[in-house]
């Protein structure tokens, strides 16, 4: 079982950053690929960013390109999603989720097994 945590959201204005971190129990999450997904109101729940078990291996939303950044701790058991020059379109709840790696894995497509609770990112105009 593979239990994640979600942090640092907030409310920031447009421009700004934040760093969202997604903490995991268990001593398996190296074998884990991870994404961030988020949902806006009234929208679908859409893929935003997903990286392998090494870390060698990353896909982005097109419109966060450039923009965001995905990372991944294995010592600490933690990933992170790197949010810089927010746009107020991009006000949603995040969420991280983690998926066994397979060599098949392509990380906007695959069925994550497990999910955080989610953590809100705001952007003001």
């Known amino acids: 079982q593979v239990q994640l945590v979600e942090s640092g959201g907030g409310l920031v204005q447009a421009g700004g950053s934040l760093r969202l971190s997604c903490t995991t129990s268990g001593r398996t999450f190296r074998s884990y690929a991870m994404g961030w997904f988020r949902q806006a109101p009234g929208k679908e729940r859409e893929f935003v960013a997903a990286?392998?078990?090494?870390?060698?291996?990353?896909y982005y939303l097109d419109s966060v390109k450039g923009r965001f950044t995905i990372s991944r701790d294995i010592a600490k058991n933690t990933g992170y999603l790197q949010l810089s020059s927010l746009k107020p379109e991009d006000t949603a709840l995040y969420y991280c989720?983690?998926?066994?790696?397979?060599?098949?894995?392509?990380?906007?497509?695959?069925?994550?097994?497990?999910w955080g609770q989610g953590t809100q990112v705001t952007v003001s105009s």
């Open positions: 990286i392998s078990w090494s870390g060698g291996r990353t």
């Open positions: 989720a983690a998926v066994k790696y397979g060599s098949n894995w392509y990380g906007p497509a695959a069925k994550y097994d497990y």
